[in-house]
């Protein structure tokens, strides 16, 4: 793929960012970096990482500067279910001020091409009542009816970039991220997701101990590896696609079925127990991958199992390297 481009990836110290960046990389591009903190777990590889807090309009512009060409908004405010259902007005308020200024000071610093990271969050809810879900195409964003908070604000941003299209013939592309794992992710905290919970939960377990669930786990979802994800990521930024686009899998799966696959590949048998006090976000949600397909001639291939192997693996070496699980007997055991 040629993209040998001045990039600028917002939100580099995150997840996403982080893996992103290391492509970008070994594409060889020349890229700066930018969050309000560096990422945890692995020195980046950006040619440079500025410290900036994207809520602030200066600093949009000091990240944007320098003749960068394309940008990959992915800086926000953002968690797991629990983190998005409780903080509603600092997500909202935050990440408007994050992705309005972005788009404005790209534009103004003649940014070529603008990437914004939406969410499966823009949803229309009363499509995802059923575990069953019919997989949600682009248009089931319509009418609007998306999560609180953190999804009227993805919905409302990618509202913003089509407008900056339409008056300003200013670049934009846009992809609706559905759930994405992998190593190097936040496990613990309050803002990790489903599957690293789960395997920090795993990992932690006593074998023939129980396992706490989020709901009555019947919850479905589709789950990306996040390989996946910056693979896509960078054929969309390439492509001439300025609609809204899916970029998930589409393998539903129950979150009972999620922590079924994570006990297996830790090799330990769990009790599970439901705690339905806790929020579980929408009944069921999966990814039409039919426009993806069409577009990009391409989608997710790397299968859950695989995907989860590599994840488990990570956070259990991170827990042992913290000395916490060097204390765990099997319950068998320690019979
Ligand atoms: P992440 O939380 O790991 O990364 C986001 C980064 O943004 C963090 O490092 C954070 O410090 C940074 N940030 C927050 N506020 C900032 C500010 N004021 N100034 C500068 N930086 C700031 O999340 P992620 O999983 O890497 O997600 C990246 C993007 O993808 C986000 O826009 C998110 O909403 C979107 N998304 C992710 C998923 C997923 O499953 N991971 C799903 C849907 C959408």
């Not at 900036?52 to 968690?79: F, P």
């Not at 998930?248 to 599970?272: A, C, M, Q, Y």
Request: proline share 3%.
């Amino acid at each position: 793929m040629p993209v040998k481009h001045r990039v600028l990836v917002t939100g580099a110290g995150g997840f996403i960012g982080h893996h992103l960046v290391r492509r970008l990389k070994a594409e060889g591009c020349w890229v700066r970096g930018v969050d309000i903190k560096g990422p945890e777990y692995e020195a980046t590889a950006a040619d440079e990482l500025e410290l900036l807090d994207l809520r602030k309009y200066d600093n949009c512009l000091l990240a944007t500067r320098g003749g960068i060409e394309q940008v990959y908004n992915l800086a926000a405010d953002m968690g797991g279910i629990g983190y998005i259902t409780a903080s509603r007005a600092d997500i909202s308020r935050n990440n408007i001020l994050i992705n309005a200024q972005m788009l404005e000071a790209s534009r103004l610093n003649a940014v070529s091409r603008f990437l914004f990271s939406s969410s499966a969050c823009v949803y229309a809810q009363s499509k995802q009542r059923g575990a069953d879900v019919t997989p949600l195409r682009e248009e089931d964003a319509y009418p609007a009816d998306p999560e609180a908070g953190y999804g009227w604000e993805k919905l409302f941003t990618e509202e913003l970039c089509r407008y900056y299209w339409q008056d300003y013939r200013f670049d934009t592309r846009i992809v609706r991220f559905h759930n994405v794992y992998g190593p190097l992710g936040t496990y613990e905290g309050g803002k990790e997701k489903a599957p690293a919970a789960i395997s920090r939960k795993v990992a932690l377990a006593l074998d023939g101990g129980e396992i706490d669930i989020w709901g009555d786990g019947e919850q479905t979802r589709s789950f990306m590896y996040v390989d996946d994800c910056v693979e896509g990521l960078l054929r969309l930024m390439a492509s001439d696609y300025r609609d809204p686009l899916n970029l998930g899998t589409d393998r539903l799966i129950s979150i009972n079925e999620l922590v079924d696959l994570v006990s297996e590949i830790g090799g330990k048998r769990l009790t599970k127990r439901h705690d339905l006090s806790k929020p579980q976000g929408v009944r069921g949600r999966n990814s039409d991958n039919n426009r993806l397909r069409q577009t990009l001639g391409w989608e997710p291939s790397v299968s859950l199992e695989e995907g989860l192997n590599v994840t488990y693996r990570w956070i259990e070496n991170e827990l042992r390297h913290a000395g916490r699980l060097s204390n765990i007997l099997t319950a068998r055991s320690a019979d």
